[in-house]
C-alpha cells in the first residue's frame, strides 16, 4: 500500500495528514480556510486518492502559514507513499477549463524540485485565502515531493475559475504520474533511480 501520516507541529501550526494513493475515500479537509478547504477536496477527487488533513494554524494572524505547511506536509507524504517509485508513469499534464479559464498542470516526479507559476491572481482574496498563496501552496507542495512542477493559467478573467483549475489540473496531472503502468520495469528512467 502507498500511504503516508504526516505530522507537522510548529509554533504556527499543528498538522496531522494521511495519504493513500491507492484508495479514494476518505477525503476529509479541516484546515480552518474554507476556500482552500474546497481546493483540496477537489484535489484529491480529482486526484482519485484518499487525503485528510486536520489543521490548527495561527489564523488570526493570517492564512498564509497554515497553507504553506500544509504543502510542506503535503509533499513529505507524496514522497513517501511514492517509495522507490518503481512503475510509476513519472510523468502526468492535464488541462482543466473552468468556464472562460483553461488552466494548464505538467509535473515530473523526478527528484528534483522546481516549480513555474504563472497566473494572474487579480483577486487578492477569495473568503479567507490570500490568493497569492496559491504559488506559495505548489512550491511548498514541489519542493517537499521533490517533483518538477509547472503551473499556467493560460486565459481567463475569474480568479476563482483559475485558482480551481489549477488545483482540479494537479489532481489530473498526479493521478497519471502516479498510476502504476506494468510496462515499465523498475523505474521510469535510464538513470535507475527518480
Known sequence: MRHATIVRNTYETKIELQLNLDQT???DIQTGVGFFDHMLT???RHARIAL???ADGDLEV???HTVEDIG???GQALKQALGEKEQINRYGTSFVPM???LGMVSLDLSGRSFLVFDAELTNPKLGQFDTELTQEFFQAFAFNAQMTLHEKVLYGTNTHHKVESLFKATGRALREAI???PEIKG???TKGVL
Open 62 to 64: 493570517d492564512s498564509h
Open 42 to 44: 477537489l484535489f484529491a
Open 52 to 54: 485528510t488533513v486536520k
Open 72 to 74: 510542506i506536509a503535503l
Open 25 to 27: 475515500e476518505p477525503v
Open 187 to 189: 523505474v521510469n528512467s
Open 179 to 181: 498510476t502504476i503502468n
Open 99 to 101: 468556464d472562460e479559464t
